[in-house]
């Protein structure tokens, strides 16, 4: 069973993925500096937001677009995230010690492994 299709499920997509976007960026600034969206957004709503348009992304047919070559772009964007995964997993567990090191270490290199590893299987899928 669709719900929609066409134009109307491809605005749909767009929407629950700026959403989705937008809620996680502002709960990782949330997570950095406590109480600075909190106090003018109660995020638990925006989730409930999220989840609802999601869950009409999901009956809805969105068209099929072929696999999109990976640039050189996407390899570099890849190794920012790994080294912003890093230096925050290292900020929130600084308390830890030697320990916050390996652990953000782990968590960097894992982001950066697993980013590549979906690149590569979208290049080779086409």
């Known amino acids: 069973m669709k719900l929609l299709k066409g134009h109307n499920a491809e605005l749909v997509n767009h929407i629950f993925q700026t959403l989705l976007v937008t809620y996680l960026v502002l709960l990782l600034i ?5 109480g600075v969206v909190s106090v003018y957004l109660n995020l638990n709503y925006l989730l409930i937001a999220v989840i609802l348009i999601g869950v009409i992304d999901i009956f809805s047919e969105v068209p099929y677009r072929g696999p999109e070559k990976v640039r050189k772009w996407d390899y570099w964007f ?13 900020f929130k567990t600084g308390g830890l010690g030697w320990l916050s090191w390996v652990i953000s270490l ?10 590549i590893l ?3 299987e979208n290049h080779e899928a086409r």
């Open 78 to 90: 890849v190794y920012i995230l790994g080294i912003m995964g890093f230096l925050i997993i290292k």
């Open 118 to 120: 979906v690149l590569e």
């Open 30 to 34: 949330e997570q950095l500096w406590e």
């Open 106 to 115: 782990i968590a960097g290199v894992l982001i950066v492994l697993l980013s």
